[in-house]
């Protein structure tokens, strides 16, 4: 989970080795918890504050902390410090920034990230036959640029890199100019517009990108690699430069998901305040957004190396598979299970429901579901993914916690194939309790 907390005047502490987060409205207050074994990115705006211990939770449970400027833009992270990374990776990404190996990538991700835009626009192509033309036209320049970049060849990418910025800007123009023609008009844009963005496109986008930055840099610095020495983008001062190398393949999905919103009529113009120069995504826009981030990058899944995954999980591979090359080694993405084991069936799915009489141990139970990772869907309600060894755990401190002669406690577990068909009915939600994330799991 990537949660963002956003609300001016939010604090995160820890209470029953959870996450609280308390928001302030008037005389209101208002309180969630949330267990740290299900959140991997904490990203604070302006205005939110976090308790040392709150830090120390999270860093524990390798989460990612990242601190966004009033644009949303990252300016600062806290990470775990066994970051797995070894002088040996760094020395090779070093090599390979100044030999032909770093030129080899450079041209896989760019070559990638163009076919991934032209399998969009194909999609598209089948469901608008009104504008056939002007989509097979800008096909037939994209699959251009795309052989342009198969004949660039040098010693290193510094010799070629002027070559390579010059096809992908002129490939992305195409591009954008074809989007912004599909989208309602009154929505259509001028090109891309960065800090700020001029219209609401670029907002969406923008802060898109923005999320895929840190998911990015998040899994090239466990992988070991180092997030700022990039083999095409500019080394200059602070610049993330592997960052923006190694992102190029997933920029597409970040585009696709911001173009259906606007497809599908779902952007307003209430999405977006003015600022000075432009435009940028306010609190209902950037909720909209990471609702649909969350199923594309967390929930959906991609046939990659003959395994269904989350685009979170090819990243993570891709990004520990890059350090294998660069090292020259052969890379078993079956040897990463343990960081992996949520897409490899290392977890089960599990409902638990009670109805226990005393209103301490019934308070002291739901605490429990919540620090197991559960998700509460009713009063006495739970369900969530978890590991076999967590809900032995789970079932020893019920049993510690109820009156075995009166309450009563069920535990369900299935596999993720039993879960697809479960069926709900009715209210079959508390809305007070369940999240937009959980309502997508299950629907």
Excluded at 151 to 176: C, N, W
Excluded at 214 to 221: H, P, Q, T, V
């Amino acid at each position: 989970m990537y949660l963002t907390i956003d609300s001016y005047g939010a604090f995160i502490h820890v209470k029953d080795a959870m996450f609280e987060i308390v928001i302030r409205s008037g005389e209101k207050e208002i309180k969630r918890l949330f267990s740290p074994k299900k959140i991997t990115t904490l990203s604070l705006n302006q205005g939110a504050s976090l308790s040392g211990s709150a830090v120390e939770l999270a860093l524990k449970n390798n989460i990612d902390i990242i601190f966004l400027d009033r644009f949303n833009d990252p300016v600062g992270r806290v990470w775990f410090s066994g970051l797995g990374s070894t002088t040996k990776i760094r020395k090779a990404q070093l090599f390979a920034s100044v030999t032909e190996t770093g030129l080899y990538f450079v041209k896989s991700w760019l070559t990638t990230k163009i076919q991934n835009r032209i399998d969009f626009i194909t999609k598209l192509k089948k469901h608008r036959p009104e504008s056939k033309k002007i989509i097979e036209t800008c096909l037939n320049q994209m699959d251009f640029h795309l052989e342009k970049f198969s004949m660039i060849s040098a010693e290193k990418t510094a010799d070629v890199a002027d070559d390579l910025r010059g096809i992908e800007g002129t490939q992305g123009r195409l591009y954008f100019q074809l989007l912004s023609e599909l989208i309602p008009a009154e929505f259509k844009f001028e090109g891309r517009s960065f800090r700020p963005a001029k219209d609401h496109f670029n907002a969406f986008l923008n802060y898109s990108y923005g999320v895929l930055y840190g998911k990015i840099e998040k899994a090239l610095i466990i992988a070991g690699i180092d997030p700022y020495l990039g083999f095409l983008h500019r080394d200059d001062y602070n610049m993330l430069s592997m960052v923006y190398d190694f992102v190029e393949p997933y920029r597409a999905f970040c585009e696709e998901t911001v173009f259906k919103l606007f497809s599908q009529k779902k952007v307003a113009k209430k999405h977006a305040d003015p600022v000075l120069n432009g435009i940028q995504l306010n609190k209902e826009g950037k909720a909209l957004l990471i609702e649909e981030l969350t199923k594309t990058f967390s929930e959906t899944k991609f046939k990659h190396k003959n395994k269904n995954q989350t685009l979170d999980n090819i990243i993570r591979l891709e990004a520990h598979a890059f350090a294998a090359k660069l090292l020259k080694e052969n890379f078993d993405y079956a040897e990463f299970k343990h960081l992996f084991h949520q897409i490899f069936g290392g977890n089960m799915i599990c409902w638990v429901l009670y109805d226990i009489e005393s209103d301490k141990a019934r308070t002291k139970s739901a605490k429990a579901c919540l620090r197991a990772g559960l998700n509460r869907v009713q009063y006495s309600c739970f369900v969530g993914d978890i590991e076999e060894s967590e809900k032995d755990a789970l079932r020893v401190v019920l049993e510690d916690l109820i009156d075995a002669d009166t309450d009563k406690v069920y535990i369900f577990p299935m596999n993720r194939n039993e879960f697809s068909q479960t069926i709900l009915l009715g209210q079959a939600f508390d809305k007070k309790y369940v999240s937009g994330g959980v309502k997508n799991m299950l629907l």
